[in-house]
């Protein structure tokens, strides 16, 4: 368990970031450095907790960056522009923060004297259009130039570079993670599930963009961070790359949608729209080595999970921003 710690978080008034500073709040002190561009802390109870400082900042401010993150013990960093259509509106931006960011969070973190693991979230999309069981060995597969998707995924490929090339020219306690479709109560953005699933709550029309045999393996919150926090602790997660998923939890994304509509007992009809973009028509991880070495593995069923988020989302349906245009 780790406990007396002070963790900072690049990006933790996001979905996952927020959810791990829940996690480990009572027992830590923790820093979020975000610019809370998607924001799911600030409504949280544990938003004003005596042990969270809160920094609003960009991880391309090297100043701000350098001086917030002193005395730090663990560094996660989870700041990142993500989803298909905020990528396709802000390509250099994306670029930018996802591969300059990433360094500047690496140059700061190498001042540290006592840091004892360096997290890089990276995504499940460096292994391309089609993934089945893929291990963390396996090469990674990138779109046409110029194509959204894969600006997204090359960003974030050559953070990965970067984090493993500090841990073998300076030593740095560094981790890859690979978080596949991650799901859960407090999602904000993007998401294909969170958006099924508040849709059906108000009985609105799901959108499933292309013909919907696209095929996912979805993760709950919950399990995501446990992940984390086994590679936080575990002393041979170092200098290795996981993957973060629930092989046990594939269906088609018009699987997905049924699904959605009959566990919450939803009137909501499925509609069918010309995909965005090239398309991931299948991603399903291996997750023999997180199981193998830091003995990790995701436990929550899909529709145990789906259950879970529509009882948060039902309570807070009125207070939640709106879903981006293209959903609707």
Partial sequence: MIEGQHIFITGGGGFIGSTLVERLIEQNTI????TFDRDALS???????PSLTIIKGDVLDETALATAIQGADYVVHAAAVAGIDTVARMPVKTMEINMMGTGNVLRAALSLPKLKRFIDFSTSEVFGSAAFRST???????????????????????????????HRQYGMPTVTLRPFNIYGPGQVGEGALHIFIRKALLNEDLIVFGDGTQIRAWCYIDDMIEGVLHVMEHPRAIGESFNIGNARAAITILGLAQMVCRVLGSQSRIVFREAL?????LRIPSIDKSRELIDFTANIDLEEGIQRTAAWYHQHLQELPELPTIFK
């Fill in 31 to 34: 820093t979020v450095f975000d």
């Fill in 43 to 49: 409504g949280k109870p544990y938003a004003n907790h």
């Fill in 136 to 166: 963390e060995n396996d090469s990674s597969s990138i779109g046409a130039v110029g194509e959204a998707r894969w600006i997204y995924a090359v960003s974030k490929l050559a953070g990965e570079h970067l984090s493993f090339s500090y």
């Fill in 277 to 281: 973009s090239s398309d991931i028509e």
